[in-house]
């Protein structure tokens, strides 16, 4: 009986809450306001970093990759605490491309930047950056690039098949002034007084002296083991680790890495078959901690067509976040083919992060090409003619062949990607 009296006095509890509740129109179940405030302050002060967004899939902070349109790819951009990879091109042109425009996004924003290089002096890429666009600049040169393609497509046009219309378009230039990220003119410098303004640290790795890490000396190159020093002190030092909560003013750290995996860095993966990787596995190992714990991005550019053993790369793409390949036509066969004559290469998504999940996430848009125009950079859904022409060779329809296998969705597939088209 006391049991029951106890239920019947709960529900009578209850009861009067709701009622209560219903009178002041607030319920019982609502946050109250001092409770939430601490992390609500929290939340608003990271998302008011200045060229972060957060994910509208997991509320993830985002920072945009230089690229509006490699952003859109990746799920809105590029999360922070989290590594991209670029496999690069095979001469190195593109990829190089791709990283200054990441160091530019972060100059652009006042982001701090960390720069390291075994090839080239820090000091000398910034000097490389491309200068930003204003809307207005790039609206025009989009409609410049359309006026001059407008007649070439007008008669080509009845040739391509109708359910080619259907399919999604990737954002070719800015939709509206709050638009996430920037685009700018590979034909121009960065202006001086920009760079200067500027916070960054470089790595030049023939000028750094030896440092010690707290990790065995024989599993990492001497070269790695200063830049994750250098990495290290930077994001403890300089607060990105969130160690001095009073620091009202939060900002995101930019680490771009170029080659990494090559000679220079003192790696013999590229040179053997038989190449010991435990010291590149470990490195990207220890990085990926230290990014996970701070406001932090990074970007690496690996020369990934040089490394001969594929269970290297299979190690590398599964300690990367995200992972995008650049294959560029230029010294192939595709080159003087007249059916790639409007791209200067292919772009894969190999790899895109699920954070907080135990696999990831993979594109289902494989039919992807990039340009270099005279001014921007571009990235376009392929489209192959469906119907060959007589000019065509022989040799061109069997390379059109092999890759149309490979295609996605956007060629010779429907926008559902399960059913082939019936001409």
Same mark, same amino acid.
């Given at each position: 009986m006391?049991a029951?009296?106890?239920c019947?006095?709960?529900?009578?509890?209850?009861?009067?809450?709701?009622?209560a509740?219903?009178? $002041?129109?607030?319920? *019982?179940?609502?946050?109250?306001?001092?409770r &939430?405030s !601490?992390?609500?302050?929290?939340?608003s002060? =990271? %998302?008011?970093?200045?060229?972060?967004?957060?994910?509208v899939?997991?509320?993830?902070?985002?920072?945009s990759t230089?690229l509006?349109?490699?952003?859109?790819?990746?799920?809105g951009?590029?999360?922070?605490?989290?590594?991209l990879?670029?496999e690069?091109?095979?001469? $190195?042109?593109?990829? *190089?491309?791709?990283f200054?425009?990441f160091? &530019?996004? !972060?100059?652009?924003?006042?982001?701090?930047l =960390? %720069?390291?290089?075994?090839?080239?002096?820090?000091?000398?890429?910034?000097?490389?950056l491309?200068?930003?666009?204003?809307?207005d600049?790039?609206?025009?040169?989009?409609?410049?690039?359309?006026?001059?393609h407008?007649?070439?497509?007008?008669?080509?046009?009845m040739?391509?098949?109708?359910?080619?219309q259907?399919?999604?378009k990737m954002? &070719?230039?800015?939709?509206?002034?709050?638009?996430f990220?920037?685009?700018?003119?590979?034909?121009?410098?960065m202006?001086q007084?920009?760079?200067e303004?500027?916070?960054?640290?470089?790595?030049?790795?023939?000028?750094?002296?030896?440092?010690?890490l707290n990790?065995e000396p024989?599993?990492?190159?001497?070269?790695?083991?200063?830049l994750?020093?250098?990495?290290?002190n930077?994001?403890?030092?300089e607060?990105f680790?969130?160690?001095?909560?009073?620091?009202?003013?939060?900002?995101?750290?930019r680490?771009?890495?170029?080659n990494?995996g090559?000679?220079?860095?003192?790696?013999?993966?590229?040179?053997?078959?038989?190449?010991?990787?435990?010291?590149?596995t470990?490195?990207?190992?220890?990085?990926?901690g230290l990014?996970r714990t701070?406001?932090?991005?990074?970007?690496?550019?690996?020369?990934?067509?040089?490394?001969?053993?594929?269970?290297?790369?299979?190690?590398?793409?599964?300690?990367?976040d995200?992972?995008?390949?650049l294959e560029s036509?230029?010294?192939?066969?595709?080159?003087?083919?007249?059916?790639?004559?409007?791209?200067?290469?292919l772009?894969h998504?190999?790899?895109?992060?699920r954070?907080?999940?135990?696999?990831?996430?993979?594109?289902?848009?494989?039919?992807?090409a990039?340009?270099?125009?005279?001014?921007?950079?571009?990235?376009?859904r392929?489209?192959?003619?469906p119907?060959?022409?007589?000019?065509?060779?022989?040799?061109s329809?069997?390379?059109?062949a092999?890759?149309?296998?490979?295609?996605g969705p956007?060629?010779?597939?429907?926008?559902?990607?399960?059913?082939?088209?019936d001409?």
């Amino acid at each position: 009986m006391a049991a029951v009296a106890t239920c019947g006095t709960g529900a009578g509890s209850t009861g009067s809450m709701v009622a209560a509740g219903g009178k $002041n129109n607030v319920t *019982s179940f609502q946050r109250r306001g001092p409770r &939430a405030s !601490g992390s609500d302050s929290s939340y608003s002060r =990271l %998302v008011s970093i200045a060229g972060t967004r957060p994910s509208v899939r997991n509320g993830q902070l985002l920072v945009s990759t230089g690229l509006p349109a490699l952003d859109q790819l990746l799920g809105g951009g590029l999360a922070v605490g989290t590594v991209l990879l670029i496999e690069e091109d095979k001469y $190195n042109i593109y990829s *190089s491309l791709l990283f200054k425009y990441f160091l &530019a996004e !972060g100059i652009i924003n006042g982001h701090t930047l =960390l %720069v390291a290089s075994a090839k080239e002096d820090p000091a000398d890429i910034l000097q490389e950056l491309p200068a930003p666009l204003l809307d207005d600049n790039v609206k025009k040169d989009f409609d410049e690039d359309a006026c001059n393609h407008k007649t070439a497509e007008s008669n080509i046009k009845m040739k391509i098949a109708w359910r080619y219309q259907l399919l999604p378009k990737m954002e &070719a230039g800015p939709v509206s002034s709050s638009r996430f990220g920037h685009y700018y003119d590979a034909s121009k410098k960065m202006p001086q007084e920009l760079i200067e303004a500027s916070k960054w640290h470089g790595f030049f790795s023939p000028e750094k002296s030896s440092s010690t890490l707290n990790i065995e000396p024989c599993s990492l190159t001497h070269g790695y083991i200063k830049l994750l020093q250098f990495i290290q002190n930077i994001i403890y030092e300089e607060g990105f680790d969130g160690s001095n909560p009073q620091k009202k003013q939060k900002n995101i750290l930019r680490i771009g890495i170029q080659n990494l995996g090559s000679p220079l860095w003192g790696d013999d993966i590229c040179c053997t078959e038989n190449g010991n990787s435990h010291s590149l596995t470990k490195f990207l190992y220890v990085l990926r901690g230290l990014l996970r714990t701070s406001l932090s991005a990074c970007m690496i550019t690996m020369p990934t067509h040089l490394i001969q053993n594929k269970a290297i790369i299979s190690r590398v793409t599964n300690l990367s976040d995200t992972v995008v390949g650049l294959e560029s036509f230029i010294g192939s066969e595709r080159e003087t083919n007249p059916l790639y004559k409007d791209y200067h290469g292919l772009i894969h998504i190999r790899q895109i992060p699920r954070l907080n999940n135990l696999i990831y996430d993979v594109s289902d848009v494989k039919d992807l090409a990039f340009k270099l125009k005279k001014k921007l950079f571009t990235i376009e859904r392929l489209h192959l003619p469906p119907d060959l022409s007589d000019t065509v060779s022989r040799s061109s329809k069997q390379d059109l062949a092999e890759p149309s296998k490979l295609l996605g969705p956007g060629c010779g597939v429907m926008a559902g990607g399960k059913k082939h088209l019936d001409f």
